[in-house]
């Protein structure tokens, strides 16, 4: 969840510190802070709230050195405040960042309490410094002082520490949240949650791995695995630039990220289909041998990702007729799974680094799945590395903190999948061969469906000073319903909500009236008819209908059905794709409208590293 950027070079680093939270903030916005040793001095500038709040603080007190450490905070223990704001100190020695949960801190601070230590802060991070300082009064250098109190913490973390004892190292440890080091080729090297922060400095990486500890010097970088061994971990060249993470002449990223779509499903897409046919090893080496022994699937994701995998439960099972499952993360570990033989366990991720997803991959390690597979956005990501299958959705940098471009990704990765799964268990040749076209077709439906931005933006004036909404969709498309609810209130906090159009009858018809506006998605499939008799249902209740139908659908829809948008004709793979993003469309215009931060919402964060 929250960002960090650390560095130890020659020259002024807070600079780079303050430019590296900004492309962090989409990790967390609640305060920012940051902490340098300058002549062998301890000092800190915290603020509440954005990062913005932060660098004027820093304009207006200026700090320089070349050392230095910095955060920007989604809160879990203590609320936003500066008092709660990292960096956190102990006796003006000793200086920490964290992203994670400790989950020991209360007993861990009663003892620091009993030894003498004072608590500045309700956060559970303060415990790690004053358990480094209590280290390095002993006698103990940064890096063992370090590694001794890692080893008494419980839970996940990523760290990034600054002694005044030892001013020109900065030790980074990671255990279940991500941590990068930047190369600076002789001139300084960094830290950070991710190479975003960094791109401005260096494109060479290392990517730390679980339990691994890191000291950074200016010329050198020494990285120790859980044991304490020092290793070597491979440096890696990204491709990715500073200007990656601009807007892009687009107002907001998320307006950037959905108009990115075509270009994104394109490049998911390409080197995978051949001749008409999708390449199977691109999940594998093994994978032919593999999906052909698949007997059930069991997909494990949250938020978004859920949703595409509700999707791939319905396209799973109609083109392999094998049992699939959709699972959320956060529950599946915690209850008895009647496991069946010949599963194939899938994990969706954007970040890869989702704390309860790599939680279920790591529950799943032993227990009988055929193997794993990890449909994920970004390489060197834990959960890419610890799955024996991947398949990379390449939808790029995504910055708006909710989902668009990486959830239609994973969905067309999906739908290659289950296509795949389909082949293995003898699909029609015929429907398969449509069915490879259809996505081959996608990116130019998509960029007809983002045609009709001008015309949404004008739709959502009518929905703007609303409260409430319903969304509604049948089949394969009720998680696409699912995803447009999720969308509108996590950007423009009108509560909404989505059901399968069936169930309107059995309860949520008690909420229609003139001032519910209830929201449907309408295909051109075998279930349009029913959802056109629900639609029916809520008109008859005074009720003001939204539908995004298909042009087939839309042609035949009298003007009383309320507001009408025509999508591009589309079937039974892309259509859950073209319809999500009107849906997207939709939900950010409306909140532009409202005046909420589209692209940091209240409350969320991009990359959940915490359970």
């Not at 010949?342 to 279920?360: K, N, P, R």
Request: net charge negative; proline share 4%.
């Amino acid at each position: 969840m929250c960002g960090i950027v650390a560095a130890t070079a020659m020259g002024d680093i807070v600079p780079l510190l303050i430019n590296g939270l900004k492309a962090l903030e989409y990790r967390g916005y609640d305060s920012a802070g940051l902490a340098v040793l300058s002549e062998q001095q301890l000092r800190r500038l915290r603020a509440q709230g954005k990062v913005s709040q932060l660098e004027a603080l820093q304009q207006a007190t200026p700090l320089v050195a070349p050392i230095g450490i910095a955060h920007t905070r989604w809160a879990t223990h203590g609320i936003p405040s500066e008092r709660n704001a990292h960096p956190h100190a102990s006796r003006d020695r000793v200086s920490v960042v964290h992203n994670g949960i400790i989950e020991n801190h209360a007993p861990l601070r009663q003892q620091l309490v009993a030894d003498g230590y004072e608590f500045q802060s309700d956060t559970d991070t303060e415990v790690i410094a004053h358990l480094i300082e209590q280290q390095q009064a002993q006698g103990l250098d940064l890096l063992t002082a370090v590694q001794r109190t890692v080893a008494r913490l419980e839970g996940a973390f990523a760290l990034a520490v600054l002694s005044a004892r030892e001013p020109t190292r900065v030790i980074g440890a990671r255990r279940g949240s991500p941590l990068v080091l930047g190369l600076g080729d002789g001139e300084g090297n960094y830290l950070a949650s991710d190479v975003y922060a960094l791109l401005g400095r260096t494109r060479r990486f290392i990517y730390l791995e679980e339990g691994d500890i890191a000291a950074l010097d200016i010329d050198s970088v020494q990285v120790f695995d859980s044991a304490g061994t020092a290793v070597e971990r491979p440096v890696k060249t990204t491709t990715l630039h500073s200007g990656t993470v601009d807007k892009g002449g687009y107002r907001h990223f998320m307006l950037k990220e959905i108009h990115e779509q075509t270009q994104a499903v394109a490049d998911t897409l390409e080197g995978r289909i051949h001749n008409g046919a999708v390449l199977t090893e691109i999940f594998g080496v093994h994978a032919r041998e593999l999906l052909s022994s698949t007997k059930a699937v069991r997909i494990i994701a949250c938020g978004s990702s859920h949703h595409a995998a509700l999707v791939a439960r319905y396209w799973i099972e109609s083109l392999a007729g094998i049992p699939c499952f959709a699972e959320i993360a956060s529950e599946y570990r915690y209850r008895d799974v009647a496991q069946v033989d010949g599963t194939l366990f899938v994990t969706v991720s954007q970040s890869g680094e989702t704390s309860d997803t790599l939680a279920a991959l790591r529950h799943s390690a032993g227990r009988g799945y055929l193997s794993r597979l990890a449909i994920c956005n970004v390489p060197e990501s834990s959960l890419v590395r610890e799955s024996e299958l991947v398949l990379m959705t390449r939808a790029g940098p995504e910055i708006g903190v909710a989902s668009t471009k990486a959830f239609v990704t994973q969905l067309v990765a999906l739908a290659l999948l289950a296509l795949e799964l389909g082949r293995a268990r003898g699909i029609d040749q015929t429907r398969y061969t449509r069915l490879v076209a259809e996505l081959q077709h996608l990116p130019t439906a998509l960029a007809e469906a983002l045609a009709l931005d001008g015309q949404i933006e004008n739709l959502a004036e009518t929905l703007v000073a609303k409260n409430h909404a319903l969304f509604l969709g049948r089949g394969v498309h009720f998680p696409i319903a699912m995803e447009g609810a999720l969308k509108l209130k996590e950007i423009s906090y009108i509560h909404a909500e989505a059901y399968p159009a069936g169930e309107l009858k059995h309860g949520p018809l008690a909420l229609v009236d003139e001032s519910m506006p209830v929201v449907a998605v309408a295909p051109n499939d075998q279930l349009v008819e029913k959802l056109l008799s629900n639609i029916e249902e809520v008109r008859a209740r005074g009720g003001e209908m939204y539908v995004f139908a298909d042009a087939n659908v839309a042609a035949n829809l009298d003007q009383q059905s309320g507001h009408v948008m025509a999508l591009p004709p589309s079937g039974f793979l892309t259509s859950p794709i073209i319809f999500t993003v009107p849906l997207q469309l939709l939900a950010y215009h409306v909140a532009v409208l409202k005046g909420t931060d589209v692209d940091q919402p209240r409350n969320l964060a991009k990359s959940v590293t915490v359970e």
